[in-house]
Structure formats: C-alpha cells, structure tokens
Nanobody, 127 residues
Framework: QGQLVESGGGLVQAGGSMKLSCAASGRAFGRPRVGWFRQAPGKEREFVAA????????YYADSVKGRFTISRDNAKTTFYLQMNNLKPEDTAVYYC????????????????????WGQGTQVTVSS
C-alpha cells in the first residue's frame, strides 16, 4: 500500500507565497514520479507541475511557469510545491499524485495517468 499526504494549504493574499508538501509513504510507490494538480470549484482538475525520480526533471503548466517550483527532499519521500506571486485564480484544492514511470508532458499532465492520489489541501488566494 501507499499513501500521499498533502499539507501546507491555507489563506494568503494575492502576491504572497505558500509552500505545499506531499509526504509519500509505503512500498506501493517504488520510485515515485510526482505531479501536482489543482481543482477549482466547477472546473476540471488541471495539471500544475511534475518531477521525475532520477535527475529531477520537471514540467510546468504555462499558467504557473516562473511562479511555482516543484522540488523534493534528498530522501525523495517528500515533494514540495513552492508557490510565489499567488493570484486569486490560483485558488483551488491542490492534490499531489504519484506514478511509477516518467513520461512526456502529455502523459505527466494527464490526471488519468496517476494511480495514487492524496486527499488534497485547500489554497485560497484573496484579492
């Protein structure tokens, strides 16, 4: 079994910063490749960023490039999403997800490609 647990959400003013964490535990993940997704009310779940296992290659959605950074700790068990210059349109429930292999951005940005999901953490950006 495996488990992903997000933390770090909350309320922040526009222009502020927030760092989300995703702790991966359990043997099911093997060497997890992790993606961050978000879902705003009434909208589909959308890709935010992804990071590979080996060299730490990354992908970002165009809407967050230059503002958000995905990273991981040295043990590769905790994954982070540093969010800077937050905007009201970043308000959503943020989820981390894991899969066992790396792929192109089309794959890594597809929620259906991830078998493991966390419970989500709310991020609210006030204007």
């Amino acid at each position: 079994q495996g488990q992903l647990v997000e933390s770090g959400g909350g309320l922040v003013q526009a222009g502020g910063s927030m760092k989300l964490s995703c702790a991966a535990s359990g043997r099911a993940f093997g060497r997890p490749r992790v993606g961050w997704f978000r879902q705003a009310p009434g909208k589909e779940r959308e890709f935010v960023a992804a990071i590979s296992w080996g060299v730490g290659a990354t992908y970002y959605a165009d809407s967050v490039k230059g503002r958000f950074t995905i990273s991981r700790d040295n043990a590769k068990t905790t994954f982070y999403l540093q969010m800077n210059n937050l905007k009201p349109e970043d308000t959503a429930v943020y989820y981390c997800a894991a899969r066992g292999t790396w792929g192109d951005i089309a794959t890594m940005s597809d929620p259906a490609a991830y078998p493991y999901w966390g419970q989500g953490t709310q991020v609210t950006v006030s204007s």
